[in-house]
């Protein structure tokens, strides 16, 4: 296999801002290839957009961030990476898709000349070939009447072409990798479906590697050849999507599979809820993360924490933090 | 878009004849009886009862209110604004000479506002919490606080006085107008320096910031291209506001500098109850103000996208 | 409202405003308005801390006597102006219609002009023989008044307007309370909570006010000590005695920069500022001996 568009490795990420510091990420590793999506679950607030981004140095103003750990894109190391030459590996290197087209696009200007700008500045384009390219990546997001909606500012735009049009200005520099911060959460539920095929046809012509931070199971099914499962920013679980979806391991990730209506046949009934609210995250306790709501927890999850150990899988390793399941379902898999 | 112009347009039409039948009101009819005043001073004290009701006739100071305000709307429009109290000269050939004295004013601080807020608001912004931003921080806002006529003082005190550089009274070249156009520019640069300052910051904490980090700008490039056109509306806004309120600057640097302004006549006519003159300059400041004010709705109506779109609708 | 980034310390000079214009009468060495001529234009003694003026009046006394002219003229101002902006402000947003429309152009018209316009309008108007019988302070506190109220009754309005739409305003009224108990008990708290909020902050353009009309010979007449007459007064002898327009310059702008400083509070408080310097250090090393804590019970991890 070749080597990952983007790894990260033991990636420690600190928050802090005037009312709150928070360790957000805490020892997280993880690799995208080329040609691959993966997704990244968890509740808000779990650090999975802290994770992706945070390395990116992409974080609101205001906060600070400290990072420690590595995370490998195109040879560098972006934490080590001084700000002004992070930013150039940003658009030509990573395309990202925000949650809210509405806020993420600026209202004061048109969404062609900034497709246009960044095939230039990054594709190297002339502005005649920069503005076909624009316009031709408009009408490939699916957007109708392209050379129109080139003049058009946001406002003008329905949300879900808004978001078409998010995504065709993530993919106007050609970057490797095309981050995807909850796309269709703020979108209609027809238009979700539209958008996640968009980014399933992407990939497909493309061959370019998607990271789906999601806590919409459904998306991972349609989309994600492999999974994380982000807890309170730590891995709960990872492996190949239908490793983590039909067999899960981690009692938090049964608990959120269990919680989404219809998903598994045993659960048809009706869907549970897990129990109790996400940990504190401004104190960082010894032990596993889960521990206090967790239906198995035993008094040694609250001192030692657990470790990511290999269950199964065939190709992608099916990985979970959960001793005691592990133990008591005879799940080791040491080869 | 050009219906919403036209409705703000009749409104400021409105406004001022609205405003200026309250002060004619004021003006010339709550201090007293104006004929005995010029009497007075055309006859001394001994100005009898008779002369008085002379006057009064001849000015038709005895018909109602409301007759002698459509008299006067009307004599104005043709450009009459009536013979000042105090130099007994016809008040537009007042105009006709301070006016030009006061547009140069506003407009010479008009301009150095505007360079010396986005200069200070943007460096301000690029340095954002450091140190150079609490000091441009602290120049703004002494700069909104100090008195402008304390502000003429010590640039008085400076430049003329200390360093003998530049003339500080009266009108000598162009470098008389150096001094009174800082004075005047001082206070609205600093408010504006704040507005771009604090608006930038809200803009650079909005989602379409980190898109235009995303997208591979830097900072620079983020707070230039994505920041500022946003607040461009605020700008403009606060722009026409201190703009207008740039006239009372004037008022102090024509008495302090000696220059012979609207700013200089209006207080000389307040002083010397010239009830005419006063009527005047306020008929002159409300038209002013008011289309000022359209102005700046028109301007912010062109800026903005989102009412720009109403006029395809 | 949240005062945590208030600069405190910069508030001084508002307060020693305050108490130097409550005390002027305990705090002054000489009678302000006595002139003596045989102390003409000193510099700083034993006798006149500060120094004294062109007739031999004591600076000091001035700038003390100044701070208690305007600190009191600043008062009636704000107070008088406030009752008749939240009345006229809350009678035009409660009871709607014609009333509205015309308190709503008669707002209109008085912010058609900047109010120290106003001010120096009415101050013309008031030299007319029929105002004969107030005295120049006076004068100049109606015509402040008259030019200040436009403001906060636009500000009343918006917020009793507002306020009127919330559902709470409907299910009292549906539990039959009258209109002076909703109105008393809902809309005033609200009302003045912001405007009170807003003239405190307003304070600093008030006491500017007031020295630029003494400065143009139409607010505060001599012998009266008033900083922007004692400066106005100083501009002859600019060139010798720099400290007569230095002193009370400075007195007058420390003054007003606090107050503005107060306002400036209110209005960044919605602007996101990040952690710094030793506040952040501080977390820093809070979260870093957490690690250490955890590490030693979860053994080598």
């Given at each position: 296999m070749s080597e990952p568009v983007y790894a990260v490795e033991d990636l420690v990420i600190d928050l802090y801002t005037p009312s709150v510091s928070v360790r957000a990420v805490d020892r997280v590793s993880f690799a995208i290839n080329a040609g691959e999506t993966l997704a990244v679950v968890g509740e808000s607030g779990s650090g999975k957009t802290v994770m992706t981004l945070g390395p990116l140095g992409l974080m609101p103003e205001g906060v600070t961030i400290d990072l420690r750990g590595s995370a490998r894109a195109a040879g560098k190391d972006l934490v080590k990476m001084s700000p002004k030459k992070l930013s150039s590996l940003r658009g030509g290197q990573f395309g990202v898709i925000f949650q809210d087209p509405m806020s993420a696009l600026n209202p004061m200007l048109k969404i062609g000349p900034q497709l246009a700008e960044q095939a230039r500045r990054f594709?190297?384009?002339?502005?005649?070939?920069?503005?076909?390219?624009?316009?031709?990546?408009?009408?490939?997001?699916?957007?109708?009447?392209?050379?129109?909606?080139?003049?058009?500012?946001?406002?003008?735009?329905?949300?879900?072409?808004?978001?078409?049009?998010?995504?065709?200005?993530?993919?106007?520099?050609?970057p490797r990798v095309l981050i995807a911060d909850e796309p269709t959460t703020a979108l209609d539920a027809t238009v979700q479906a539209q958008?996640?095929?968009?980014?399933?046809?992407?990939?497909?012509?493309?061959?370019?590697?998607?990271?789906?931070?999601?806590?919409?199971?459904?998306?991972?099914?349609?989309?994600?050849?492999?999974?994380?499962?982000?807890?309170?920013?730590?891995?709960?679980?990872?492996?190949?999507?239908?490793?983590?979806?039909?067999?899960?391991?981690?009692?938090?990730?049964?608990?959120?599979?269990?919680?989404?209506?219809?998903?598994?046949?045993?659960?048809?009934?009706?869907?549970?809820?897990?129990?109790?609210?996400?940990?504190?995250?401004?104190?960082?306790?010894?032990?596993?993360?889960?521990a206090d709501r967790c239906p198995q927890a035993e008094a040694s999850c609250r001192t030692k924490r657990p470790v990511l150990t290999c269950v199964g899988g065939n190709e992608v390793p099916h990985r979970a933090a959960c001793p005691i399941v592990i133990r008591d379902e005879g799940l080791a898999d040491n080869d | 878009m050009r219906r919403m112009f036209l409705r703000r347009a009749g409104l400021a039409l409105l406004l001022m004849l609205a405003a200026t039948a309250l002060t004619f009101a004021l003006v010339t009819a709550a201090p007293g009886n104006v004929a005995a005043l010029i009497a007075e001073r055309a006859a001394g004290p001994g100005a009898d009862g008779e002369m008085i009701a002379r006057i009064a006739d001849e000015l038709g100071l005895n018909d109602p209110l409301p007759v002698r305000y459509v008299r006067w709307l009307g004599d104005t429009f043709t450009g009459d604004f009536g013979v000042s109290l105090r130099t007994g000269k016809p008040i537009s050939e007042e105009f006709a000479e301070r006016i030009p004295v006061t547009a140069t004013l506003l407009a010479g601080g008009g301009m150095l506002a505007l360079f010396y807020s986005l200069g200070l608001g943007l460096w301000g912004a690029t340095s954002n919490g450091r140190f150079a931003d609490r000091i441009l921080h602290g120049i703004a806002l002494i700069g909104a606080s100090t008195p402008n006529f304390f502000v003429a003082a010590l640039l008085v005190i400076v430049f003329a006085v200390g360093l003998g550089w530049i003339p500080s009274f009266g009108l000598y070249g162009w470098t008389s107008w150096i001094l009174p156009c800082v004075t005047i520019a001082l206070f609205p640069g600093s408010v504006l320096a704040r507005v771009v300052r604090v608006n930038l910051q809200e803009a650079m904490a909005r989602p379409f910031a980190t898109t235009g980090f995303a997208k591979g700008m830097n900072r620079g490039e983020v707070l230039v291209r994505e920041a500022l056109p946003n607040i461009a509306i605020p700008y403009i806004t606060t722009f026409g506001a201190q703009f207008t309120l740039m006239i009372i600057g004037a008022i102090v640097v024509e008495r302090l500098f000696g220059l012979n302004g609207i700013g200089a006549f209006f207080i000389e006519a307040i002083r010397f109850r010239d009830f005419v003159g006063m009527q005047a300059v306020l008929t002159l400041f409300v038209v002013f103000f008011v289309s000022v004010n359209?102005?700046?709705?028109?301007?912010?109506m062109l800026v903005d996208p989102r009412l720009r779109r109403a006029r395809r609708a | 409202m949240r005062f945590a980034r208030l600069p405190w310390l910069v508030l001084t000079p508002a307060l020693i405003f305050v108490f130097v214009g409550v005390f002027a009468p305990l705090l002054m060495t000489h009678d302000p308005a006595v002139q003596d001529y045989t102390a003409?234009?000193?510099?700083?003694?034993?006798?006149?801390?500060?120094?004294?003026?062109?007739?031999?009046?004591?600076?000091?006394?001035?700038?003390?006597?100044?701070?208690?002219?305007?600190?009191?003229?600043?008062?009636?101002?704000?107070?008088?102006?406030?009752?008749?902006?939240?009345?006229?402000?809350?009678?035009?947003?409660?009871?709607?219609?014609?009333?509205?429309?015309?308190?709503?152009?008669?707002?209109?018209?008085?912010?058609?002009?900047?109010?120290?316009?106003?001010?120096?309008?009415?101050?013309?108007?008031?030299s007319g023989e029929n105002f004969d019988w107030l005295s120049d302070y006076w004068k100049m506190?109606?015509?402040?008044?008259?030019?200040?109220?436009?403001?906060?009754?636009?500000?009343?309005?918006?917020?009793?307007?507002?306020?009127?739409?919330?559902?709470?305003?409907?299910?009292?009224?549906?539990?039959?309370?009258?209109?002076?108990?909703?109105?008393?008990?809902?809309?005033?708290?609200?009302?003045?909570?912001?405007?009170?909020?807003?003239?405190?902050?307003?304070?600093?353009?008030?006491?500017?006010?007031?020295?630029?009309?003494?400065?143009?010979?139409?607010g505060v007449a001599p012998p009266t000590p008033e900083w922007g007459q004692m400066l106005v007064d100083g501009m002859s002898y600019i060139e010798e005695y720099p400290n007569l327009v230095i002193i009370p310059g400075l007195a007058l702008t420390a003054v007003v920069v606090s107050f503005n400083l107060l306002g400036e509070a209110f209005a960044l408080q919605k602007v996101p500022r990040a952690l710094r310097g030793r506040l952040l250090g501080r977390k820093r090393a809070e979260r870093k001996a957490e690690d250490q804590a955890r590490v030693s019970v979860e053994g080598q991890a």
């Open positions: 594709a190297g384009l002339s502005p005649a070939a920069a503005r076909a390219a624009a316009v031709s990546l408009l009408a490939r997001t699916g957007i109708p009447d392209p050379e129109d909606r080139y003049d058009r500012y946001p406002h003008e735009l329905s949300g879900g072409m808004l978001q078409r049009a998010m995504i065709a200005l993530a993919l106007a520099a050609r958008i996640l095929a968009l980014l399933r046809q992407i990939q497909n012509e493309d061959g370019i590697a998607v990271a789906l931070i999601t806590h919409d199971i459904g998306a991972v099914s349609v989309l994600a050849d492999r999974v994380i499962v982000l807890y309170a920013g730590r891995i709960a679980e990872e492996g190949s999507a239908i490793d983590v979806l039909t067999s899960p391991v981690h009692p938090y990730t049964r608990g959120l599979l269990a919680s989404v209506p219809d998903f598994r046949s045993d659960t048809a009934s009706g869907t549970r809820e897990i129990p109790g609210l996400p940990p504190d995250q401004t104190r960082v306790l010894p032990g596993c993360r889960f | 359209l102005f700046v709705d028109l301007v912010a | 003409i234009l000193q510099g700083p003694s034993t006798a006149h801390w500060l120094g004294t003026d062109y007739l031999g009046r004591d600076l000091w006394s001035r700038i003390v006597g100044g701070a208690r002219t305007s600190l009191v003229a600043m008062a009636f101002v704000l107070v008088a102006a406030l009752v008749i902006g939240v009345v006229i402000g809350s009678v035009a947003g409660y009871v709607g219609g014609l009333v509205e429309t015309v308190l709503i152009s008669l707002i209109d018209i008085a912010l058609a002009l900047p109010s120290l316009v106003i001010a120096l309008a009415l101050m013309g108007v008031f506190v109606l015509a402040l008044t008259l030019a200040w109220w436009a403001n906060y009754a636009r500000m009343s309005r918006a917020v009793v307007v507002a306020e009127l739409q919330q559902p709470y305003i409907e299910a009292a009224r549906v539990m039959g309370a009258s209109h002076l108990w909703i109105f008393t008990r809902h809309i005033l708290p609200h009302v003045l909570g912001l405007v009170v909020v807003y003239a405190s902050a307003d304070a600093g353009a008030l006491v500017l006010a007031i020295a630029t009309l003494s400065f143009l010979g139409l």
